[in-house]
């Protein structure tokens, strides 16, 4: 059963449903979200969750993989474990 809330003094034809009533009615309720619609799930009569549809992602830059992948590769190898690296920065000078 929805309930027709208002925020404010303003009123908005939001959908609210309880708790127990999206439980049964999920994939509907998603479809209403995906569809554009405000789905407003409350507990004991209060909104505590808005179902709406996630942002698209933006891609990634073009050619920013490439760019690093050059980028690692034109750089110099150190030969180095990460262990005989640790040594040579802890270790003490012996100056």
């Known amino acids: 059963m929805a309930i027709l809330i208002s925020i404010g003094r303003r009123r908005c034809d939001v959908a609210a449903y ?17 569809a554009g619609e405000e789905v407003i799930i409350t507990r004991r009569g209060k909104p505590v969750v808005e179902l709406r549809p996630t942002g698209n992602r933006p891609e990634p830059p073009v050619g920013s993989d490439e760019w690093l992948f050059e980028r690692t590769r034109s750089r110099p190898r150190v030969n180095l474990t990460s262990v005989e690296l640790l040594n040579l920065i802890y270790e003490p000078d012996e100056d």
């Open 18 to 34: 309880s708790i127990a009533d999206a439980k049964n009615r999920l994939p509907t309720l998603i479809d209403k979200a995906l």
